[in-house]
């Protein structure tokens, strides 16, 4: 079982001479959670690019990231499964609630309809299919945005500051219920936040960067 | 499969692909220009090295009549534009007032030059509008003065109709420029230390404005100093401004009459470098000038400030008033029945010059309309390849491409183009819609990019990481997710291309020979005519085939996202 999980051996990133990450290494296994912390510019979001694949070319990454065993440096991002969540939750704008959802879903599904309501009722959205998300609350926009990674059948999850945005009453119910989706998924979860509460909520290993 | 390196999936090929329509007509333009006034090229064929055209070039009567008034009317046409838009910005910026003129002005940096030229032209000709408002009672002239107003000899109707043209846009430009200069904060701190407004203002904000504003500033100083199509109804006559005297000789069926024209295209494009470096050394002087005011401590508040900012106002009203005057007196003239001087409106509107003008102006829209559309096309798709380019490779484009983009805006057209026309003919290539559509795009592809880029880079570069996270190819999020969001900014950007389409004239003019009718061309030749209501016909027709776009551009995304807020507030 040492395969499973996400594991980051060594990872350097700098760019123009600056070190923004020196030899992070961790092993986040299935359903655990990972929280990075840290003060902005220490290159917390750098970190979560460097996974996604998705790290602009002015950076150089050395070190090695596997997920479930899979090397995942010479995989293109779209091919990478792996899941992120921002904190501004970028539901697509031009886009209904139900288009959203569809967006992540694997074309072959079969009921793809069947599946959007069965999701969207699983986050008592029900009634919200036709809708502009625009007109969605910041809660619900936080609730689709999870739902539609999720769609998307990812093997490990990425938080980039998920809950700065939302007020506090709705944080500790938002946290709860990724923690506890993540968990029954088994995806191993990489968070990077400046908020101890996050940590704590996380319950899980803590590293400080900067 | 796609790639993430752009290199492997041909997207890199297309920021090539885009330098090479830029820079290839004008390299082959300006080859065409050079050998002829050596002595290349000739007619009959044979060549060899001669100055005979550089001759005939200095035996002209009125040359240096000529060069001087392209240099003092660029000069004095930029400075004023600069002038305005400058004191309407630090004066009023952030008022109510100025988001109002900006209102007015913005969409008449959509009007083509020809348009707008002989509106004014309409406007302040001893017979035109402001004579007859202001006649008998005012002037007591009950008949047209016979006065030389317009195409005076000393360039002064050109300069005031190319200031009317050019303030909107520099206005847009430094509007453009200004978000990085933080102007609010800079004029708190300013005004804090006692400063009025405009002087603060250009102390504290223009400096930083003024270097972005650099290229643009010196696109319309080349265009003030060499353009054919304001100059050919505004301009004097005898002698003409050096870009007209060119026009001149390449219009004219002896074709000896190349090598001279295209000796002047050089001369034309010494005067547009004598222009820049004159412009530049007055660049330095200003820098020099400001900095000693500043050491002095001048402050330039109450009643200096308040005089800056109203002659601001006045002017940009003005020039506003000028442009859309215009407009409406085309379109008045064109329904005009009997209209007496010093009558201020017709007695009757009647539909006649329509009826005997209108199927020919709705076959020459039809034909303008298509060149343009596929003009702003090609050039749409281009500048969105080059700019995903960019995107995929995550390096925005230095300062030599800005340059490349730059170089068919400055370089005058008057210089290449008839170079392009003489090679055309010597290797007696078609001169049909090809050579048409290809000079066009010369020019259409730099305001699409420039209109096009800021939105496209601005795209907050979260949603294609999502977009990857979700499984999407980078093409997906391309067709799925960027261009659907950025529908509003790709439909203006392909509206401004129509519109630089639209007015284009010395490209149509040349790269056909004459042969391909567009709105533009017709407009010109039935201004020589000098038919007021068929004029106004054929400008109005004109000025809506380049506007229409910019309503479409405007009016489609709010249908097409009438349920979707986010985007049309993003």
């Known amino acids: 079982m040492a395969d499973t999980g996400l594991q980051l051996r060594d990872v350097r990133i700098a760019t123009g001479g600056r070190r923004l990450i020196d030899g992070l290494s961790a092993h986040v296994l299935p359903g655990d959670v990972l929280s990075v912390m840290g003060p902005s510019g220490t290159g917390k979001s750098t970190l979560l690019a460097a996974i996604t694949g998705t790290l602009q070319p002015a950076f150089t990454l050395t070190g090695e990231i596997f997920l479930n065993g899979r090397d995942l440096r010479p995989l293109r991002p779209q091919h990478r499964d792996v899941g992120i969540l921002f904190q501004d939750h970028l539901l697509f704008p031009h886009l209904s609630v139900s288009e959203n959802l569809a967006f992540g879903l694997h074309p072959k599904t079969k009921d793809r309809k069947t599946r959007i309501a069965e999701a969207l009722a699983d986050i008592d959205l029900a009634e919200f299919a036709d809708r502009d998300p625009a007109t969605l609350s910041g809660g619900q926009r936080a609730r689709v945005a999870l739902m539609r990674m999720l769609l998307a059948a990812p093997k490990a999850l990425l938080l980039d500051e998920p809950f700065s945005r939302l007020d506090a009453a709705l944080r500790d119910k938002m946290r709860e219920m990724v923690f506890t989706r993540a968990r029954d998924l088994g995806l191993p979860v990489l968070m990077v936040t400046h908020d101890l509460a996050d940590a704590d909520a996380a319950g899980g290993q803590v590293i400080e960067l900067g | 499969m796609p790639n993430n390196t752009p290199s492997k999936t041909g997207w890199g090929i297309v920021p090539l692909v885009t330098i090479a329509l830029l820079l290839g007509p004008v390299t082959a333009g300006m080859i065409g220009t050079i050998l002829p006034a050596f002595g290349g090229l000739r007619p009959g064929g044979g060549g060899g090295f001669s100055l005979q055209a550089w001759r005939e070039v200095a035996a002209t009567p009125g040359l240096g009549t000529s060069a001087w008034l392209s240099l003092k009317t660029g000069l004095i046409s930029t400075f004023g534009a600069i002038f305005i838009s400058l004191l309407l910005v630090a004066g009023w910026h952030g008022t109510r007032a100025f988001r109002a003129v900006e209102q007015a002005l913005s969409p008449l940096l959509a009007v083509p030059h020809v348009t707008a030229a002989l509106g004014l032209a309409f406007l302040m000709a001893p017979s035109g509008w402001l004579a007859r408002l202001g006649s008998p009672w005012a002037t007591g002239w009950q008949r047209p003065p016979d006065l030389l107003i317009l195409q005076d000899p000393g360039g002064w109707s050109l300069i005031a109709g190319l200031i009317a043209k050019e303030t909107p846009f520099l206005l847009l430009m430094m509007l453009a420029a200004l978000p990085q200069a933080r102007p609010a904060e800079r004029l708190q701190v300013a005004l804090a230390a006692g400063y009025g407004r405009v002087t603060g203002w250009i102390f504290a904000v223009f400096p930083n404005v003024y270097a972005q504003l650099r290229l643009p500033v010196y696109a319309v100083l080349a265009y003030g100093i060499s353009n054919v199509d304001v100059a050919l109804v505004l301009g004097p006559s005898t002698p003409s401004m050096l870009s007209v005297q060119i026009l001149r000789w390449m219009s004219d069926p002896d074709l000896a009459l190349r090598a001279p024209a295209a000796a002047a295209a050089l001369l034309q494009l010494g005067l547009v470098i004598i222009g820049l470096a004159l412009w530049r050394l007055a660049e330095a002087a200003c820098g020099t000038i400001g900095r000693r005011l500043l050491w002095r401590g001048i402050r330039g508040a109450n009643r200096r400030d308040d005089l800056a900012r109203g002659i601001g106002l006045t002017l940009s009203i003005a020039a506003a008033l000028a442009v859309i005057g215009g407009l409406v007196g085309h379109l008045l003239w064109s329904f005009a029945g009997r209209w007496r001087f010093p009558d201020a409106l017709p007695e009757s509107l009647r539909l006649r010059t329509w009826a005997r003008h209108g199927q020919e102006i709705i076959d020459v829209s039809a034909g303008t309309l298509a060149l343009a559309f596929a003009a702003a096309l090609i050039a749409l798709v281009l500048v969105i390849g080059c700019l995903e380019a960019e995107h995929r490779r995550g390096r925005v484009m230095g300062r030599g491409g800005l340059l490349v983009l730059y170089m068919p805006l400055i370089l005058p057209q008057i210089t290449f183009l008839p170079g392009l026309q ?119 027709a004109l000025t809506l085939a380049a506007l229409m776009p910019f309503v479409i551009a405007v009016l489609l995304p709010r249908v097409t996202y009438r349920n979707r807020r986010g985007v049309l507030d993003g």
Do not use: C, K
């Open chain 2, 422 to 540: 003489i090679l055309l003919l010597q290797t007696g290539a078609s001169m049909g819609w090809l050579p048409v559509l290809i000079a066009h795009l010369v020019f259409v592809l730099p305001y699409v990019f420039l209109s096009l880029a800021g939105p496209y880079r601005a795209w907050d570069a979260r949603y294609a990481t999502l977009g990857a996270a979700l499984n999407a190819s980078p093409d997906r999020v391309l067709w799925q997710l960027r261009l659907p969001m950025l529908l509003g900014s790709v439909l203006t950007a392909l509206a401004v291309g129509m519109a630089v389409s639209v007015g284009q004239f010395l490209p149509t003019l040349l790269a056909s020979g004459g042969r391909l009718p567009t709105l533009t061309t017709e407009a010109l030749a039935i201004a020589s005519g000098g038919d007021r209501r068929a004029i106004g016909a054929w400008a109005a």
